[in-house]
């Protein structure tokens, strides 16, 4: 009778920790959504479309224009990211879709001189926007701040040190889509805190007008457009600024709000410029607008 030990078969540790992954695998699969729950980080701009023609929409672009006789150019480096979405009356034919996002952006204005380009300002923006839509109609709610500031090379160039510029407030809009092609928007803003004291109030609304697709491509839809927005502050005894702009956007099939927008503009009305804003100004632009 032997007395040698008995032999068990043992498994390494990296090979028994894969098979009980692979048993487990089915639980742990990724579920789609089902009516009701949450999405998590959805596209945004999606249930409140950007708006065209607002020179303070949160957004990628370059623009350049003539002020005062100098070439100047405005960088915008501003991003949406979305949070969550969710429905209600996911029974109905035209459920409730609501969502939350948060946006920031950098809106910077140079003086374009060749060799040395100028810094002059800078605004800096937070949101927090919640957005509501139901069929062709949509809402959007935003909690935001703002502040302003001179550029070193405008200090040096001018001796003029500025002011503090900073505001909090409440900015709510509507949206409606008349047709495939015409959407008119409209809605107002609050300034919970502001320095300066200056006036609280903002009224706001616009227009747009976007073509059918052209069908240039089969990969990216392509439109012609043509906006006008239109905004009437407290601050400057409610004189109406105006920006009209008209070009051709091309966006892209598998993500629909993802687009290349090259738009010619004309600005007239007080400065966006958060240190300027008691200079009016008016001026055509030409601009390269990235919805991201």
């Known amino acids: 009778m032997s007395c040698a030990p008995r032999w068990t078969p043992r498994w390494p540790r990296s090979k028994a920790l894969l098979a009980a992954l692979l048993l487990a695998a089915p639980a742990l699969a990724p579920r789609p959504a089902r009516a009701g729950e949450l999405d998590l980080f959805p596209r945004p701009n999606e249930i409140f479309p950007l708006l065209l023609a607002d020179p303070r929409q949160i957004q990628l672009s370059a623009s350049y224009y003539r002020l005062d006789g100098q070439n100047t150019s405005d960088i915008a480096l501003g991003h949406s990211w979305g949070l969550t979405r969710g429905r209600v009356g996911t029974g109905t034919p035209l459920p409730w879709l609501w969502e939350a996002d948060v946006e920031g952006m950098a809106y910077s204005r140079f003086k374009v001189a060749g060799g040395v380009n100028e810094f002059q300002t800078v605004d800096f923006f937070a949101n927090l926007p919640v957005t509501v839509r139901r069929g062709g109609v949509a809402f959007k709610g ?37 047709s495939p092609v015409l959407r008119l928007y409209g809605g107002s803003e609050w300034l919970i805190h502001r320095v300066p004291a200056v006036g609280r109030w903002t009224l706001q609304a616009g227009v747009e007008l976007v073509s059918p697709d052209l069908g240039w491509s089969a990969q990216a839809p ?19 600024d105006s920006h ?17 927008r090259f738009q010619l503009g004309w600005f007239d009305g007080h400065s966006p410029y958060g240190q300027f804003y008691a200079q009016r100004t008016h001026y055509a632009d030409v601009s390269l607008v990235f919805e991201l």
């Not at 012609?224 to 502050?233: I, P, R």
């Open 244 to 260: 009209l702009v008209c070009g051709l956007r091309l966006g892209f099939r598998k993500n629909p709000t993802r687009s290349m």
């Open 222 to 240: 392509t439109h012609l457009f043509l906006a006008e927005d239109l905004q009437s502050h407290e601050r400057v005894a409610w004189n109406v």
């Open 142 to 178: 935003v909690l935001f701040h703002e502040s302003s500031h001179l550029g070193d090379d405008y200090i040096r160039r001018t001796g003029d040190t500025g002011f503090r510029y900073s505001s909090e407030g409440l900015r709510g809009l509507a949206s409606l889509d008349v």
